[in-house]
């Protein structure tokens, strides 16, 4: 380039969607070779005659202080669209300094936002780093995920018609990456022995294993996450757009939007979320479904405030809020102490949500009588500990709503609501047992024992307060306590002669301190004062120890037939399975006298509740329903240690039935972030108790507007189940198929 003449590159003209429209800069090369940024409608000179009144010198000044205010962002909001109108540019004041590292994040994230008007700039930029990699395949970057689109064939892409790939990535020669909309969804991993809880102490995130397994399966094959609809001047946005609910990461930057979709809420996957130079004027509250994202842009938007509902985003490190005309408070929250504070600020100040309607009460059976003395009724509740329900884990909860006092007197108002004869509660502290729930449920009527869990042991009198455990209330006036009795696994594992005690014995079975507490009842209102057998169990949860889960269950069906055995009238020796020999003769013998002794322990009645972190597709259900589980069961293959479990497989002759299986298992009795099922039970013998009556589920649209328990009405992150029994009487058959009906709950109801 030579002489003065300056040399642009461009220019005003269309851009790529046909839309005219002046860039916003235009860069040019001097006479020495050096490049600058030229304002929308003005034209820079180096050197050579200029307009009347003014020197080179001024022009380069003036030119070069308009590319400073350009870069730093001081102009228009919008001076990055492709959408911006030619005329002078107003060069503005010093910017500000940062008051702090909060607010100069702020500013850096609000800039690199500007830079990224251009149409596609985030798939370009993806393209980009592909190349500079040195190839589309095998790097570590994958813009496979990066979706682009097109004027022509966009509604058709995103209504699911169109089968032309949205563009194609050439390897050097290769066969091409193809990138088509999705034709399935993908899968979710089912957890079918997690509860989704997050471990003591593992701080503000969820334990690694139990991140792997809440991610996504995806298929094989060319599959995209992340749309980029940045700078393409839209209006609206299509409602097939929401149906991808497995996107990560959508940019609807610096387009003409006023307002967010409510369908938005659809996408729970979401990481990043880039809606900045719009012209939104509110934030929808259904926003804080979206509990996974990371990073939300909302720059240079008309927004003045924000709803509280944003404090439901736990998760969220980066919250981009600048060149909005944001309220006095929100806007130095946000510059003092951070996106964190602010979202616990939104969190905590923000008012109860509504309460979820009374969940239904499911008959069986409409003729019982419920005052009836033949007739009981069970519940089962796991009320989260206070030692567990720290502001880490359960960060989507408002502080004043996790406190201990008013979870506690919450679950108090449901046990005085509901008034079970018999209530098995889990993670239960020993303190609170001592100061609270025994001395509440002594008024109400109720007798109770408590079994702490094994690390009580080790433990001074101090902390063993705090170690949580097992708690079982029974009505004084139904029933009396003839004993009670404590499993605790470890121990017991530890006087077991066919356990093998190896390494994987010690590392995997013996660092659990899981229990089952057994009481025995005899029911004073009923001929002969029948016997009632009740367990309380809390299995181990993570599902990375599925054999752990297993042998648990296998031990707590043994050691309840042995009490079995030993404390009810006319039952026989218990059926060994832990007798020595090999090979499938011994199996077959211990099958045989497992149905014999079946008709035995069905003339008992049994009830186990807990909190058994397993799915009903899991193979603890199974067992538990069935009465065996084959050694080549999936979930049998660590069971090397336990020999005989592994030679035989798993067998109990009690005869159990979930109560919730007569009508169907509940959706739900667990709800975080990461994980939603069902994995606390009653079981029942089936030859003495027939269900009669069901709690019935939290409301599903209610369930939907939250992002997981506990929450403002909810106390816990389980909810309670009850069921209804009657007892049958001697010589009847098993429970024929009941009819269920349904009529409001009402809470009292004897």
């Not at 005309?325 to 509504?354: C, F, H």
């Not at 009632?532 to 648990?552: G, I, T, Y």
């Not at 058994?612 to 050694?631: A, I, V």
């Amino acid at each position: 380039m030579g002489g003065g003449n300056a040399h642009m590159v461009g220019m005003t003209g269309p851009n790529e969607l046909g839309i005219g429209a002046m860039m916003p800069s235009a860069m040019m090369v001097n006479g020495n070779g050096m490049m600058g940024s030229m304002a929308p409608g003005h034209t820079m000179y180096s050197g050579g005659e200029g307009p009347p009144g003014i020197s080179a010198a001024q022009a380069m000044a003036q030119a070069q202080a308009a590319a400073q205010a350009a870069a730093q962002g001081m102009g228009n909001p919008m001076m990055s669209s492709p959408s911006v109108m030619s005329g002078p540019v107003q060069i503005a004041p010093t910017p500000v300094m940062p008051s702090s590292q909060f607010h100069q994040q702020q500013m850096i994230v609000h800039q690199r936002s500007r830079a990224s008007a251009t149409p596609h700039h985030h798939a370009r930029s993806a393209m980009a780093q592909q190349r500079q990699q040195g190839g589309y395949l095998g790097n570590s970057y994958d813009a496979s995920h990066l979706v682009g689109s097109s004027a022509t064939n966009y509604a058709d892409f995103l209504s699911g018609r169109s089968t032309t790939p949205m563009g194609h990535l050439n390897n050097h020669g290769s066969t091409p990456v193809t990138i088509r909309p999705p034709s399935t969804r993908p899968k979710s991993v089912s957890v079918s022995s997690a509860n989704g809880r997050r471990t003591p102490g593992s701080g503000a995130s969820l334990p690694q294993q139990q991140q792997q397994q809440q991610q996504p399966v995806r298929k094989s094959g060319p599959r995209w996450t992340e749309l980029d609809l940045g700078g393409m001047n839209l209006r609206a946005i299509s409602a097939p757009l929401f149906r991808y609910t497995f996107m990560t990461k959508l940019y609807l930057n610096h387009n003409q939007l006023t307002h967010i979709p409510l369908a938005i809420t659809n996408l729970r996957c979401l990481e990043e979320l880039d809606i900045s130079g719009n012209m939104l004027s509110v934030v929808p509250p259904e926003l804080g479904l979206c509990c996974r994202l990371r990073e939300l842009l909302l720059f240079d938007n008309q927004i003045s405030d924000l709803p509280c509902e944003l404090g439901t985003l736990y998760q969220l490190e980066t919250l981009g809020l600048e060149g909005n005309p944001l309220q006095d408070d929100i806007k130095g929250l946000l510059q003092k102490e951070g996106t964190r504070a602010l979202i616990e600020y939104l969190r905590d100040s923000g008012s109860a949500m509504p309460a979820p309607p009374d969940r239904q009460w499911i008959s069986l059976d409409k003729d019982v009588k419920t005052d009836s003395p033949e007739v009981l009724t069970v519940l089962s509740y796991n009320v989260l500990c206070p030692k567990y329900a720290t502001p880490q884990m359960y960060s989507y909860c408002p502080s004043w709503a996790l406190a201990w006092e008013y979870r506690r007197d919450t679950i108090l108002s449901e046990l005085s609501a509901l008034q079970p004869d018999i209530v098995c509660l889990q993670e239960v502290e020993a303190i609170q047992f001592d100061e609270c729930f025994k001395v509440k449920l002594r008024e109400m009527g109720y007798e109770g024992v408590f079994w702490t869990k094994s690390r009580a042991r080790t433990m001074s009198e101090d902390e063993r307060k705090r170690v949580d455990g097992c708690a079982t209330f029974y009505k004084s006036s139904m029933f009396t306590c003839q004993t009670t009795h404590l499993l605790e696994f470890q121990q017991s594992a530890l006087n077991r002669k066919d356990f093998r005690k190896c390494d994987d014995f010690f590392n995997r079975f013996m660092t659990k301190d899981n229990i089952v507490g057994f009481a025995m009842l005899k029911h004073k209102k009923l001929p002969g004062e029948p016997m009632l057998f009740v367990a309380n169990a809390h299995v181990h949860w993570d599902p990375e120890f599925v054999d752990v889960k297993m042998v648990q269950a296998a031990m707590l069906t043994e050691e309840l037939a042995m009490l079995i055995q030993k404390h009810a009238p006319g039952i026989g020796p218990a059926p060994s399975v832990m007798s020595p020999g090999s090979g499938e003769s011994e199996a077959h013998r211990v099958q045989l006298q497992l149905q014999a002794q079946q008709k035995q322990f069905q003339k008992v009645a049994t009830i186990i509740c807990g909190d058994f972190n397993s799915t009903p597709d899991s193979g603890l259900y199974e067992f538990f329903s069935r009465g065996r589980l084959d050694k080549d069961h999936e979930e049998l293959v660590r069971l090397e240690p336990y020999a005989d479990y592994k030679r035989h497989g798993l067998r109990h002759p009690l005869g159990l039935k979930s109560a919730y299986a007569s009508k169907e298992e509940l959706p739900l009795t667990n709800l975080t972030p990461t994980f939603r099922g069902t994995i606390d039970y009653i079981w029942y013998t089936t030859g003495t108790l027939i269900p009669t009556g069901l709690l019935g589920k939290v409301d599903e649209e209610w369930i939907s507007q939250v992002v997981g328990f506990p929450n403002t009405h909810i106390p816990s992150d389980h909810i309670p189940i009850m069921a209804e029994f009657k007892w049958k009487p001697s010589g009847n058959v098993p429970n024929p198929a009941a009819t269920p009906g349904r009529h409001s709950f009402q809470y009292n109801r004897k």
